[in-house]
């Protein structure tokens, strides 16, 4: 089996270095307080909403390193369904399912329930968090970043 590989289109870091730099900042401050497993399963939602392979790749690797199963990597893309994950958790990826696909808004009963599982500091950080990981996508996608490469 041949596999084919898409060309990277530019190395963002190496040819923006002050923007790469400043979202590497802007990731650090949307992470302080959330905690990683939580944090991680959030970035593979939206990566795999905004079909970002690198993104994907990455943060799968870095779920199990904070002690995700693979049940629950897998069963990521049907989280609604699948049963194995906390009220918490739920709320955490539908705010990341509404943000992400933000032309269809934010409803208010997705941003309560987050609200409710949520104090309002761990919240903006979790808004930040996906804001972040959405930059992180586009950036990524339009780059053609290719999956195991730094």
């Known amino acids: 089996m041949t596999t084919f590989q898409v060309p990277q289109r530019m190395n963002l870091a190496t040819v923006a270095p002050k923007v ?18 939580l944090l991680e399963l959030v970035q593979i939602r939206a990566s795999q909403i905004n ?12 779920a199990r390193k904070a002690g995700e199963s693979e049940e629950r990597i897998y069963q990521l ?6 049963g194995v994950y906390t009220e918490r958790e ?6 990341t399912e509404a943000v992400t696909r933000l032309p269809d808004g934010v ?19 979790l808004i930040a968090l996906i804001f972040t990981v959405n930059a992180w996508n586009r950036m990524n996608v339009t780059t053609r970043k290719t999956p195991g490469t730094a």
């Open 20 to 37: 790469f730099k400043a979202v590497l900042a802007l990731d650090a401050a949307a992470r302080e307080g959330l905690d990683p497993v």
């Open 51 to 62: 079909r970002c392979a690198y993104c994907i790749d990455y943060h799968t690797g870095d």
């Open 77 to 82: 893309s049907a989280w609604e369904d699948a």
């Open 90 to 95: 739920r709320a955490a990826l539908a705010l």
């Open 107 to 125: 409803p208010d009963a997705v941003y309560d329930e987050a609200a409710r599982h949520f104090g309002e500091e761990e919240l903006a950080h």
